[in-house]
C-alpha cells in the first residue's frame, strides 16, 4: 500500500518560533503534494502545496521544502502564531491513476502565547 | 458562496440500519471523494469519482457504497453499518487540472454505529 508517513505526531513550540513538519513518501508516481491545515471542527482546508518540479515553495510565513531524492517533504511555519494551532496534514497524488490521494497520519501543533 | 455541503452532520445509528450521507458541491467540479478521518490514522480515502458516473475505490472501500448519477452530488451508502464504521466522514470536491489539485472539504458528518 502506498503511504505517506508524517512526523511528529504532535508539536508544542512557543509564539514567534519555528513549526517544522515532516513527510515521507514512497511512490515516485506521486505528483502532487499539497499541506491541509484542519481546526476544531471543521473539514481540512488547502495551506500550501508543490509538485516536484521545484524544491522550495513559499507562501507568507508558511514554506515547503522538497527534496525528490530523499522522497521527503517538509513544511515549515516561520513566526508560529497562537492561531496557527491545528492539525496539519500532508498528502500525496500521482499523475496517473485518477485522485488516490494518500493523506498523513496529522500533526497537531499548538503554539503557545 | 461556493461550498460543499453534507448532511446530515451528527447520526447515531445502530448496527445494520441502512444510511446515507450525502454530499453535494455548487462548483461544478469534475470530482469528488469521501474520506475518513480517525485518531492517529489521518484522512483515508473511501471512494472518488472523476465525473458522473465514473467511481473507483480509494483505500477502505469495504462496507461502503456510492454514485455519481449527477454532477453536484456524491452520496455515501452504509447498507449495513457496522461499529468499526464510527467516524468523522468528510466529502471533497476538487476541479481537475494540472495546476489546481485543491480539494475542498465539507464540514463532515460525525457518525457513531452502536
Known amino acids: 500500500q502506498q503511504q505517506v508517513k508524517q512526523s511528529p505526531q504532535s508539536l508544542i513550540v512557543q509564539k514567534g518560533g519555528i513549526s517544522i513538519i515532516n513527510c515521507a513518501y514512497e511512490?515516485?508516481?506521486?505528483?502532487?503534494f499539497p499541506w491541509y491545515q484542519q481546526f476544531p471542527g471543521k473539514g481540512p482546508a488547502l495551506l500550501i502545496a508543490i509538485r516536484p518540479d521545484v524544491s522550495e515553495k513559499k507562501e507568507g510565513r508558511f514554506t515547503i521544502s522538497f527534496n525528490k531524492s530523499a522522497k521527503q517533504f517538509s513544511l515549515h511555519i516561520m513566526d508560529s502564531q497562537p492561531g496557527d494551532s491545528a492539525t496539519y496534514f500532508c498528502a500525496a497524488s500521482p499523475k496517473t491513476g485518477g485522485f488516490k490521494t494518500i493523506f498523513g497520519a496529522g500533526t497537531r501543533l499548538f503554539v503557545k502565547a | 458562496e461556493a461550498q460543499v455541503t453534507q448532511n446530515p452532520r451528527y447520526l447515531i445509528t445502530v448496527t445494520g440500519k441502512k444510511l446515507t450521507v450525502t454530499c453535494s458541491q455548487n462548483?461544478?467540479?469534475?470530482?469528488m471523494s469521501w474520506y475518513r478521518q480517525d485518531p492517529g490514522l489521518g484522512l483515508r480515502q473511501i471512494y472518488y469519482s472523476m465525473n458522473v458516473e465514473v467511481t473507483d475505490k480509494g483505500d477502505v472501500p469495504e462496507g461502503y457504497k456510492v454514485s455519481r448519477k449527477e454532477k453536484r452530488n456524491f452520496p455515501l451508502i452504509l447498507e449495513s453499518p457496522s461499529p468499526n464504521q464510527t467516524s468523522l466522514y468528510f466529502c471533497a470536491s476538487s476541479y481537475i487540472g494540472f495546476s489546481d489539485n485543491e480539494q475542498f472539504f465539507g464540514p463532515g458528518t460525525r457518525l457513531t454505529v452502536l
Open positions: 462548483m461544478n467540479h469534475e470530482y
Open positions: 511512490n515516485t508516481a506521486f505528483d502532487y
